[in-house]
C-alpha cells in the first residue's frame, strides 16, 4: 500500500549512509565489543567491589535504585539526597534496572562498558579529525536517487586511512598511559642509574631499595597516577594527581570524572 511504501522510503536514506559506512560502522562495533567483552572477562577475575572507594561507589548506586524522587537518597544520612555528581551512577542504574542484572554485576559490567565507550570516542574523535585534515568530500554515490541524508558519508577507500588513524588514536588515548612502569622496572632491575632515576624525579620510586624484580611491591603501579612530582615555594610536596583512562578502568572505580570520560570526549 502507499502507506507502507511511504514507511519503507523512510529508512533509505539510513539504509544507504550504512552500506556508504559500512568499514565505518563495522570497525566501531569490533572495537566496542572487543573491548567491552575482553574488559568483562578481566572484571571477572577481579570482581570484588572492595577497596580504594568501590563501597562508597556502589553506595550511591544503589542509593539511586532504590530512590523514587531526586536526587537519589544518600545511603549514609537518611531522608537527605546525594551531596555529590550522581548524574553517572542515574544513567548505570537504569541500565542495571532495564537488564534486570543484580547491581553488584551491572557494577563491573559498566567498568567495562565505559571503558569501551572511552575506546569507541577516541576513535571517533581522531578518526572525524583524520578525514576532516585529508580534505575528504561526502560521497553518495552508493545512495538511493534523491537521498540527501548521508551527506558525511566517504567513499570506501577514503574510510580506510581514518579508520586505522582511529584505531591507533584509540589504542594512544584509551589504553597506553605513561611510561612510569617502564622507568619502574628498570630501577628495580638496577638498569637505569642513580643519576638518571633522581633526575626523572617520580614521586615515592626511591623510598624503598630496588627489588631485583620487575616490580616494586603490590601498589607500585599506583605512582602511574602520580608521576608528577611538583612542590611549593617553600619546598613542600603537593600531590598532582594524572590519571590516566587505563589506569581508572584497570583501579575499577566509577569515579563520576571515570563516568565522564568518553562524553567528555
Not at 638518571?196 to 616490580?215: F, S
Not at 578502568?249 to 569515579?255: E, I, M, R, T, V
Request: glycine share 10%.
Amino acid at each position: 500500500t502507499p502507506d507502507k511504501l511511504g514507511q519503507a522510503a523512510r529508512f533509505l536514506p539510513l539504509i544507504g549512509w550504512l552500506r556508504a559506512n559500512r568499514g565505518l560502522v563495522i570497525a566501531t562495533e569490533l572495537l566496542f565489543l572487543l573491548v567491552f567483552a575482553g574488559w568483562s572477562v578481566f572484571r571477572a577475575f577481579n570482581p570484588e567491589i572492595a577497596g580504594t572507594e568501590k563501597p562508597m561507589e556502589f553506595a550511591f548506586i544503589n542509593g539511586t535504585l532504590g530512590s523514587r524522587l531526586f536526587p537519589p537518597l544518600d545511603p549514609w544520612l537518611s531522608g537527605y539526597g546525594i551531596s555529590y555528581y550522581y548524574f553517572g551512577y542515574v544513567m548505570l542504574a537504569a541500565l542495571v534496572r532495564m537488564t534486570g542484572v543484580l547491581p553488584e554485576v551491572g557494577f563491573n559490567l559498566g567498568v567495562a562498558m565505559w571503558y569501551a565507550l572511552v575506546m569507541v570516542s577516541a576513535f571517533g574523535l581522531v578518526y572525524t579529525l583524520v578525514a576532516l585534515s585529508a580534505g575528504a568530500r561526502p560521497s553518495t554515490a552508493r545512495l538511493p536517487a534523491g537521498s540527501r541524508s548521508a551527506q558525511d558519508a566517504l567513499p570506501a577507500i577514503a574510510q580506510r586511512a581514518p579508520i586505522g588513524w582511529g584505531l591507533l588514536g584509540a589504542l594512544l588515548v584509551g589504553f597506553m598511559g605513561n611510561l612510569e612502569g617502564v622507568i619502574d622496572s628498570a630501577y628495580q632491575r638496577g638498569l637505569l642509574s642513580t643519576n638518571a632515576i633522581e633526575w626523572l624525579n617520580i614521586k615515592g620510586l626511591t623510598d624503598a631499595a630496588p627489588t631485583g624484580d620487575w616490580t616494586g611491591g603490590f601498589w607500585w603501579w599506583w605512582r602511574a597516577s602520580r608521576v608528577i612530582h611538583d612542590k611549593d615555594l617553600l619546598g613542600n610536596s603537593v600531590e598532582v594527581i594524572d590519571e590516566f583512562p587505563f589506569f581508572s578502568y584497570l583501579l575499577g572505580d566509577l569515579h563520576p570524572h571515570v563516568l565522564a570520560y568518553p562524553f567528555v570526549l
